[in-house]
C-alpha cells in the first residue's frame, strides 16, 4: 500500500491532516497475586525443550561500512509512535538489500549474534526475500533490537516469503518444530539457558507471509521441509516488551500467535503491542482452530490495526485471545467465525488467575462487520466446558464501537459463557443487515452441569435496529439484560452505511454518555480514517458522537 506522506523541505507531512500527537501508553493496574487454580490443559501441541547446543552457525558477514542509501522518510502514521528505520546509534546496523556492500539475503544475517541496539535494516527491492529469522536478542528498554523494513520509492514494503525461504545453517531453533511454524519465531536459542528469553524487540514496516502447509522452507540442517498447520507468521514462544507494528501480515495460517506457559516467568509472553498491522486472506481451509491471531499474553494491546477477511473457506475467528488484561482498541475487524473471541488461559492458567489484570477487558473504538451466520460477534469467558474454574469471570467494557452485521436469517452480538462474566456496554452503534430476521442481543452457551449460562449484560446509551431481541422466538438465555430503557432505535441506520461515519442530524450526533469510572483511563483518543489508516478523534460538536468514528 502506498503512503500518504510528502517532504516540506523540513519534515515529512502527512497529506490527509497535519500530523496529530501520538496516544498515551494503555495504564495497567499493577498486579496483586491471588491463589491459583491448577492449570488448565494445552490447546496446541508444543514441543519439549532441547537444551543441548546446536551446530555452529556459519560465519556471518560483518556489519557493512558502506555508505547507507539515502535516509528513508518516517512514512508510518505517527499514532504508531514508530521512528523512521534507521541505526538507532546504540548498536550495529545490519544492511540486508540490493545494494552495493549490503548483505543479500536474510540467512546471511548473523541473528544468533544481535544484541540490545542493533538494527536489522531491509531495504525494498523488487523481488521478495525468502528467508526465516529467530529472534533471541535481549535489548533494552532504552536500546531496543529492531528489524524494520526501509520503503520504496512508492512506499513498498519489503517482502519476507516463506515460501521456498532459507534459513541459516546451523541456526540454533532447538526443534525443527520451531522452525516449520514460522516465518519469524521469537525464542531463546537452543545452546542459551533454558530462562532466557528475547526482550524489547520490534518489528515493523514489512510485508510478511508463506508460513502455510502448501510451502516448502530450507531448514538450518538444509533439509526441505513444509510448514505445520498449527503456525504463524510471526510465532511468540516467549518475550517480553515486543512490538509487532506497521506490517502486511498475509498467506499464512494465522497472522501472528503467542504461547505463555507455567515454567516461569521468563517462559510467559509479556507486554505484547500489536498496532497498525493490515492482516488479511491467513487461515487455512475447513479448520475453525486457526484464526488471524491468537495470543497468550500478561498485557497485550491491539491498536490501529486492519483484520481483514481469512482466506476463503476458513472457519476461524478474526480475533482470539486468551491474555491478561487485553486492550482492544480502534481496529477495523472483518469476518471470522467470531469477530472477538476471548475466553480463558490455558497453558498458563495459575499466572493468568493471579493476576486481577485478568478480570478486565477494554474494547473500544473498533468497526466490526461480519457475516451473522457465522457465529456469534463477541463472546467472553470461556469455550471449554467443564474448566469454568478458568473461565475470566470478570467485566468486559465494550463502548465506542460500530458493530455491522450483514447477511440473513439471524445474528447475534454478545455470548458470554456463565453468568459470572459481566459486559458494560455504552456508546455503540449496532446495525443489522435488513434481511436479517433475528437480530438477537445475547446466545447462551453449554457449560458444565449447574453453571447458567447468558451473563450479566448492563445497557447504557446505544444505537441499535428496532427488529432487536434479546434473544431468537425458539431459544431463552439465562442471565440478565439490564439497561433496555436506554436505548436509541430506529429503522433507518444513522451512519453511512459504507463509511460508518455518523450521518448529519442522526440521533447519534453528540449523543455519547459519560463513561464511568472503571473506564476512565482509557479515553476514546482515536480512531481508522476512510483508509483504514489512523487518525486522532476530536470531538466537533457538544459531545462525542456515538460509534467508532467521529463526524
Same mark, same amino acid.
Given at each position: 500500500?502506498?503512503? &500518504?506522506?510528502?517532504?516540506?523541505?523540513?519534515?515529512?507531512?502527512?497529506?490527509?491532516?497535519?500530523?496529530?500527537?501520538?496516544?498515551? *501508553? /494503555?495504564?495497567?493496574?499493577? %498486579?496483586?497475586?491471588?491463589?491459583?487454580?491448577?492449570?488448565?490443559? $494445552? *490447546?496446541?501441541?508444543?514441543?519439549?525443550?532441547?537444551?543441548?547446543?546446536?551446530? $555452529?552457525?556459519?560465519?556471518?558477514?560483518?556489519?557493512?561500512?558502506?555508505?547507507? *542509501?539515502?535516509?528513508?522518510?518516517?512514512?508510518?502514521?505517527?499514532?504508531?509512535?514508530?521512528?523512521?528505520?534507521?541505526?538507532?546509534?546504540?548498536? &550495529?546496523? +545490519?544492511?540486508?538489500?540490493?545494494?552495493?556492500?549490503?548483505?543479500?539475503?536474510?540467512?546471511?544475517?548473523?541473528?544468533?549474534?544481535?544484541?540490545?541496539?542493533?538494527?536489522?535494516?531491509?531495504?525494498?527491492?523488487?523481488?521478495?526475500?525468502?528467508?526465516?529469522?529467530? #529472534?533471541?536478542?535481549?535489548?533494552?528498554?532504552?536500546?531496543?533490537?529492531? #528489524?524494520?523494513?526501509?520503503?520504496?520509492?512508492?512506499?513498498?514494503? *519489503?517482502?519476507?516469503?516463506?515460501?521456498?525461504?532459507?534459513?541459516?545453517?546451523?541456526?540454533? !531453533?532447538?526443534?525443527?518444530?520451531?522452525?516449520?511454524?514460522?516465518?519469524?519465531?521469537?525464542?531463546?536459542?537452543?545452546?542459551?539457558?533454558?530462562?532466557?528469553?528475547?526482550?524489547?524487540?520490534?518489528?515493523?514496516? #514489512?510485508?510478511?507471509?508463506?508460513?502455510?502447509?502448501?510451502?516448502?522452507?530450507?531448514?538450518?540442517?538444509?533439509?526441505?521441509?513444509?510448514?505445520?498447520?498449527?503456525?504463524?507468521?510471526?510465532?511468540?514462544?516467549?518475550?517480553?516488551?515486543? @512490538?509487532?507494528?506497521?506490517?502486511?501480515?498475509?498467506?499464512?495460517?494465522?497472522?501472528?500467535?503467542?504461547?505463555? @506457559?507455567?515454567?516461569?516467568?521468563?517462559?510467559? $509472553?509479556?507486554?505484547?503491542?500489536?498496532?497498525?498491522?493490515?492482516?488479511?486472506?491467513?487461515?487455512? /481451509?475447513?479448520?475453525?482452530?486457526?484464526?488471524?491471531?491468537?495470543?497468550?499474553?500478561?498485557?497485550?494491546?491491539?491498536?490501529?490495526?486492519? +483484520?481483514?477477511?481469512?482466506?476463503?473457506?476458513?472457519?476461524?475467528?478474526?480475533?482470539?485471545? &486468551?491474555?491478561?488484561?487485553? /486492550?482492544?482498541?480502534?481496529?477495523?475487524?472483518?469476518?471470522?467465525?467470531?469477530?472477538?473471541?476471548?475466553?480463558?488461559?490455558?497453558?498458563?492458567?495459575?499466572?493468568?488467575?493471579?493476576?486481577?489484570?485478568?478480570?478486565?477487558? !477494554?474494547?473500544?473504538?473498533?468497526?466490526?462487520?461480519?457475516?451473522?451466520?457465522?457465529? =456469534? =460477534?463477541?463472546?467472553?469467558?470461556?469455550?471449554?466446558?467443564?474448566?469454568?474454574?478458568?473461565?475470566?469471570?470478570?467485566?468486559?467494557?465494550?463502548?465506542?464501537?460500530?458493530?455491522?452485521?450483514?447477511?440473513?436469517? +439471524?445474528?447475534?452480538?454478545?455470548?458470554?459463557?456463565?453468568?459470572?462474566?459481566?459486559?458494560?456496554?455504552?456508546?455503540?452503534?449496532?446495525?443489522?443487515?435488513?434481511?436479517?430476521?433475528?437480530?438477537?442481543?445475547?446466545?447462551?452457551?453449554?457449560?458444565?452441569?449447574?453453571?447458567?449460562?447468558?451473563?450479566?449484560?448492563?445497557?447504557?446509551?446505544?444505537?441499535?435496529?428496532?427488529?432487536?431481541?434479546?434473544?431468537?422466538?425458539?431459544?431463552?438465555?439465562?442471565?440478565?439484560?439490564?439497561?433496555?430503557?436506554?436505548?436509541?432505535?430506529?429503522?433507518?441506520?444513522?451512519?453511512?452505511?459504507?463509511?460508518?461515519?455518523?450521518?448529519?442530524?442522526?440521533?447519534?450526533?453528540?449523543?455519547?454518555?459519560?463513561?464511568?469510572?472503571?473506564?476512565?483511563?482509557? %479515553?476514546?483518543?482515536?480512531?481508522?480514517?476512510?483508509?483504514?489508516?489512523?487518525?486522532?478523534?476530536?470531538?466537533?460538536?457538544?459531545?462525542?458522537?456515538?460509534?467508532?468514528?467521529?463526524?
Amino acid at each position: 500500500m502506498g503512503r &500518504r506522506f510528502y517532504w516540506d523541505g523540513e519534515q515529512w507531512v502527512r497529506v490527509q491532516a497535519p500530523a496529530p500527537a501520538p496516544l498515551p *501508553p /494503555v495504564p495497567a493496574p499493577a %498486579p496483586a497475586p491471588t491463589p491459583a487454580p491448577a492449570p488448565a490443559p $494445552t *490447546p496446541a501441541p508444543a514441543p519439549a525443550p532441547v537444551p543441548a547446543p546446536a551446530p $555452529t552457525p556459519a560465519p556471518a558477514p560483518a556489519p557493512t561500512p558502506a555508505p547507507a *542509501p539515502a535516509p528513508a522518510p518516517n512514512t508510518a502514521p505517527p499514532q504508531l509512535s514508530l521512528t523512521a528505520c534507521l541505526p538507532s546509534g546504540k548498536g &550495529r546496523d +545490519y544492511q540486508v538489500g540490493p545494494g552495493s556492500g549490503q548483505i543479500a539475503n536474510l540467512e546471511q544475517v548473523p541473528w544468533e549474534k544481535l544484541t540490545a541496539g542493533d538494527t536489522v535494516r531491509v531495504f525494498w527491492r523488487s523481488t521478495p526475500y525468502r528467508g526465516k529469522v529467530l #529472534l533471541a536478542a535481549q535489548g533494552r528498554a532504552d536500546a531496543p533490537v529492531r #528489524l524494520c523494513g526501509v520503503p520504496g520509492p512508492q512506499g513498498q514494503r *519489503p517482502i519476507i516469503d516463506g515460501a521456498n525461504a532459507v534459513t541459516r545453517r546451523g541456526l540454533a !531453533y532447538g526443534h525443527e518444530l520451531h522452525e516449520s511454524r514460522s516465518v519469524i519465531v521469537f525464542n531463546r536459542l537452543s545452546n542459551q539457558d533454558w530462562t532466557a528469553y528475547p526482550r524489547y524487540i520490534q518489528v515493523d514496516g #514489512l510485508q510478511i507471509r508463506g508460513a502455510h502447509p502448501k510451502n516448502q522452507f530450507t531448514s538450518s540442517t538444509g533439509a526441505r521441509k513444509n510448514y505445520v498447520e498449527f503456525g504463524a507468521c510471526l510465532w511468540v514462544e516467549r518475550g517480553h516488551n515486543i @512490538t509487532i507494528a506497521d506490517n502486511e501480515i498475509n498467506d499464512c495460517t494465522q497472522a501472528i500467535f503467542s504461547r505463555s @506457559t507455567e515454567d516461569g516467568d521468563f517462559a510467559v $509472553t509479556k507486554n505484547l503491542r500489536i498496532a497498525g498491522n493490515h492482516m488479511h486472506g491467513n487461515g487455512v /481451509v475447513g479448520s475453525y482452530l486457526i484464526h488471524t491471531t491468537y495470543v497468550q499474553s500478561v498485557g497485550v494491546t491491539y491498536e490501529f490495526n486492519h +483484520y481483514g477477511p481469512l482466506r476463503a473457506g476458513a472457519l476461524g475467528n478474526a480475533l482470539k485471545d &486468551r491474555s491478561v488484561g487485553p /486492550v482492544i482498541r480502534y481496529n477495523r475487524i472483518e469476518g471470522g467465525a467470531r469477530a472477538l473471541d476471548l475466553v480463558e488461559a490455558e497453558d498458563y492458567s495459575s499466572v493468568a488467575l493471579a493476576d486481577p489484570r485478568y478480570r478486565t477487558t !477494554y474494547v473500544y473504538g473498533n468497526q466490526i462487520k461480519k457475516d451473522g451466520r457465522e457465529g =456469534t =460477534t463477541i463472546h467472553y469467558g470461556g469455550d471449554h466446558a467443564g474448566n469454568e474454574a478458568s473461565y475470566r469471570k470478570g467485566t468486559l467494557y465494550f463502548f465506542n464501537n460500530t458493530v455491522h452485521l450483514t447477511g440473513d436469517g +439471524y445474528a447475534v452480538l454478545f455470548q458470554l459463557s456463565t453468568t459470572q462474566e459481566k459486559a458494560e456496554v455504552w456508546n455503540n452503534v449496532f446495525l443489522f443487515d435488513p434481511a436479517i430476521q433475528y437480530p438477537r442481543m445475547r446466545e447462551g452457551q453449554d457449560n458444565a452441569p449447574g453453571i447458567a449460562s447468558g451473563g450479566i449484560v448492563n445497557l447504557g446509551r446505544n444505537w441499535i435496529d428496532a427488529k432487536w431481541s434479546d434473544a431468537g422466538p425458539w431459544h431463552t438465555v439465562g442471565g440478565q439484560l439490564n439497561g433496555r430503557h436506554n436505548l436509541i432505535t430506529g429503522t433507518t441506520p444513522p451512519v453511512d452505511i459504507k463509511t460508518l461515519v455518523p450521518l448529519s442530524g442522526s440521533r447519534v450526533v453528540d449523543a455519547a454518555q459519560a463513561a464511568p469510572t472503571a473506564a476512565s483511563g482509557f %479515553p476514546v483518543k482515536g480512531q481508522l480514517d476512510r483508509a483504514y489508516l489512523p487518525a486522532n478523534r476530536t470531538v466537533k460538536g457538544v459531545g462525542m458522537d456515538l460509534g467508532a468514528i467521529e463526524r
